[in-house]
């Protein structure tokens, strides 16, 4: 299974971007997470997804704002970013947790494959 991130750039606050993980194997099968991680910070888990995308999960800083879907057949994850806030700055990764499918958790520990990441900067 492998990873691919795209989409990442620099934004002005207020922005939309539209980040996409592109999946090889067999990703229809596992939930896929959407993680963040600033500069000095931890990475957080932001939001994920259902294997079959009917069960989704976003942390209350990014709620309102970001969409998560996926196309199994395109074996893509979206992460559909709007009203971008300069907290929103941080490298983006997106990750398959192979033990769980129907349902997902944004715990990064419960995930086993990772991206290589794709930056989001939002600055005036």
């Known amino acids: 299974l492998q990873l691919v991130e795209s989409g990442g750039g620099s934004v002005q606050p207020g922005g939309s971007l539209r980040l996409s993980c592109a999946a090889s194997?067999?990703?229809?099968?596992?939930?896929i997470g959407w993680f963040r991680q600033a500069p000095g910070k931890d990475r957080e888990g932001i939001s994920c997804?259902?294997?079959?995308?009917?069960?989704?999960n976003y942390d209350d800083s990014v709620k309102g704002r970001f969409t998560i879907s996926r196309d199994n057949a395109k074996r893509t994850i979206y992460l559909q970013m709007n009203s971008l806030k300069p907290e929103d700055t941080g490298f983006y990764y997106c990750?398959?947790?192979?033990?769980?499918?129907?349902?997902?958790?944004?715990?990064?520990?419960?995930?086993?494959?990772w991206g290589q990441g794709t930056q989001v900067t939002v600055s005036s």
């Open positions: 990750a398959a947790d192979l033990l769980h499918s129907d349902v997902c958790y944004r715990q990064a520990v419960r995930y086993d494959y």
């Open positions: 194997g067999f990703m229809d099968f596992h939930a």
């Open positions: 997804i259902a294997s079959k995308g009917d069960n989704t």
